[in-house]
C-alpha cells in the first residue's frame, strides 16, 4: 500500500493487552479496549491528483499475489472539513470555580472573578477536557498563593502554567520533554499575554529544571503514574518549605504507589480529588 502513497493509517488492536503492562497503557481507552482483535483496517489517503481506481486495481493484484484477503471500500474526504470539524465539539468549559477555558474561535462570558484560559490544543496534551487536567486544575485553584513561582513539569499545551500565572503567582517555569509541546506551550503563553511570566523549555522530567530558580512554591506534574514514581526521590529538593506540589494522571489503582514514593521523597500527603478513576493528589513539603 506504501508502494500507492505514503499517506497511511493503521488500526490493528491485536496487541493492547501487552500495551496495557506498558508505561502509558492506562491512558488507553474505553473504545479501543473492546475492539475486535481480529481485524486490522488500513486506509491509505489518495489526493484527488491521483486515480484511486488504478490504486484500487493495484492493490487487489498485490494483495492476492500474496494470498491477503481485501475488503476495499473508498470514500471522498475534504480535506478542510477534516481538519476543522473537530473544532465543533471543543467549546468553553468552567474548572473549579473561576477558570473558564475557552478555544479561540468560541466566545463565552465572565464573571466579575472568572480568570480565562485561551487554549488551543494544537499537537500537545491539555485542553481541559481530561478529568486529569480538571482534577489538577482544581487542585491548583484551591492552593496556589498570590505571588508563587511555579514549575510545571510535562507541561503539554501550558495550561497549567497559564492558569497558574491567571491566579495570581509570580512566574511560571515550564518544562516538557516533546520539542513541539514546549513550541505550543509557549504559542499559548503568548497568546494568554502570560509570556513575560511564563516561559517553557525543553527537559526530561527534572534533569534540565534551572536549580538556580529553585525553590519553587507550587510544583504540579500531570503526566502518569510510571512517571511520578521516577520522579518522586528527588522532586522536594526542587520545593520551598512549605511548598506545595500537586499530582494527577493517576489512576485509582495506582494512588498507593505515587502516594508511598512521595512519602519516601519527604512529602505529606495534603488533599486529594478523584474522578471517573482518576486521582489527583496534593502533597506539602513540611
Known amino acids: 500500500m506504501s ?8 488500526e490493528d488492536f491485536s496487541d493492547v493487552e501487552e500495551n496495557l503492562m506498558q508505561i502509558y497503557g492506562e491512558l488507553i481507552d474505553e473504545s479501543i479496549l473492546h475492539a475486535d482483535r481480529s481485524v486490522c483496517k488500513i486506509g491509505l489517503y489518495l489526493s484527488e491528483e491521483k486515480d484511486p481506481e488504478e490504486a484500487l486495481r493495484f492493490l487487489e493484484m498485490r494483495f492476492a499475489e500474496e494470498k ?5 471500500s473508498c470514500e471522498t474526504i475534504d480535506e478542510e472539513d477534516w481538519a476543522d470539524n473537530w473544532k465543533q465539539y471543543y467549546k468553553p468549559l468552567r474548572v473549579g470555580r473561576h477558570i473558564v477555558i475557552r478555544p479561540p474561535w468560541e466566545e463565552c462570558a465572565l464573571g466579575k472573578d472568572d480568570i480565562e484560559v485561551v487554549m488551543d490544543p494544537g499537537m500537545a496534551f491539555g ?8 482534577l489538577c486544575l482544581t487542585l ?17 499545551s501550558g495550561i497549567l502554567s497559564i492558569a497558574a500565572v491567571k491566579l495570581g503567582a509570580a512566574s511560571a517555569d515550564a518544562y516538557d520533554l516533546d520539542p513541539t509541546a514546549v513550541r505550543v506551550a509557549n504559542e499559548n503563553f503568548a497568546a494568554n499575554g502570560v509570556d513575560d511570566r511564563a516561559v517553557c523549555a525543553v527537559s526530561d522530567l527534572l534533569g534540565g529544571v534551572d536549580r538556580a530558580r ?3 512554591d507550587f510544583v504540579c506534574a500531570n503526566i502518569v503514574a510510571d512517571i511520578l514514581l521516577r520522579m518522586a526521590p528527588d522532586v522536594s529538593s526542587f520545593m520551598a518549605r512549605g511548598g506545595r506540589l500537586a499530582v494527577s494522571g493517576v489512576i485509582e489503582e495506582r494512588r498507593d504507589d505515587v502516594v508511598g514514593a512521595m512519602e519516601r521523597g519527604g512529602l505529606t500527603l495534603t488533599e486529594e480529588l478523584s474522578e471517573a478513576d482518576w486521582c489527583a493528589i496534593l502533597f506539602t513539603r513540611k
Do not use: Q, W
Not at 508502494?3 to 493503521?10: K, N
Not at 491477503?68 to 476495499?72: D, M, V
Open 214 to 216: 529553585a525553590p519553587f
Open 140 to 156: 491548583l485553584e484551591k492552593h496556589l498563593h498570590k505571588g508563587d513561582r511555579v514549575l510545571d513539569v510535562g507541561t503539554g
Open 127 to 134: 485542553t481541559g477536557t481530561h478529568e486529569t487536567t480538571r
Open 68 to 72: 491477503l484477503s481485501l475488503s476495499p
Open 3 to 10: 508502494m500507492v502513497d505514503a499517506g497511511l493509517e493503521i
